[in-house]
T-cell receptor
């Protein structure tokens, strides 16, 4: 099945700096890659996703890039704010093509 | 996006008992999923629940321990049976917005503590 590796496990940045989280996947047939933000005590929230027919997608301060050849995708958060502090998960479809396999998560801390 | 609610939001249960978690969606969806998130860990798929068919369980999860119902296109239940402290986790339901590779949305989770 799909194996998703995520790095780093923790990331601390100062407010206003950029944050980058990277994931790799193993199944070259995978073609959908979502990112989730999970705040303490809440369920994961879909914040951005990318499909394999594009290399980059942006939504205000967040962007995701995809390199299908290298089988990795990254989340970029610019001009970070304290409210960006949360755990971020990348994911890719499992062997069924419907459910998701998740990375281990990155705990992002944005300090004022 | 779909709006998903779960009941209960949290519970503390004694070992050997069972708890049924409900998941309600504000629109009809084909695919529903149940995940487990152990403390400080990532999400692990328990099973896929489609209306009108038996749930499909992932390796390491069995129907006797985690029976699932899916009576209609907006509702599902997950029961955690004969609980032990190792079952202490967050249980999350999710739905897919369309048939295959659609956006997947999660409920708020049920925080279960087994003593």
């Amino acid at each position: 099945g799909e194996n998703v590796e995520q790095h780093p496990s923790t990331l601390s940045v100062q407010e206003g700096d950029s944050a980058v989280i990277k994931c790799t996947y193993s199944d070259s047939a995978s073609n959908y890659f979502p990112w989730y933000k999970q705040e303490l005590g809440k369920g994961p929230q879909l914040i951005i996703d990318i499909r394999s027919n594009v290399g980059e997608k942006k939504d205000q301060r967040i962007a995701v890039t995809l390199n299908k050849t290298a089988k990795h995708f990254s989340l970029h958060i610019t001009e970070t704010q304290p409210e960006d502090s949360a755990v971020y998960f990348c994911a890719a479809p499992d062997i069924s093509g419907y459910a998701l396999n998740f990375g281990k998560g990155t705990s992002l801390l944005v300090t004022p | 996006s779909a709006v998903i609610s779960q009941k209960p939001s949290r519970d503390i249960c004694q070992r050997g008992t069972s708890l049924t978690i409900q998941c309600q969606v504000d629109s009809q969806v084909t695919m529903m999923f149940w995940y487990r998130q152990q403390p400080g860990q990532s999400l692990t798929l328990i099973a896929t629940a489609n209306q009108g068919s038996e749930a499909t369980y992932e390796s390491g999860f069995v129907i006797d321990k985690f029976p699932i119902s899916r009576p209609n296109l907006t509702f599902s239940t997950l029961t955690v049976s004969n609980m032990s402290p190792e079952d202490s986790s967050i249980y999350l339901c999710s739905v897919e917005s369309s048939g295959g590779l659609g956006e997947q949305y999660f409920g708020p989770g049920t925080r279960l503590t087994v003593t």
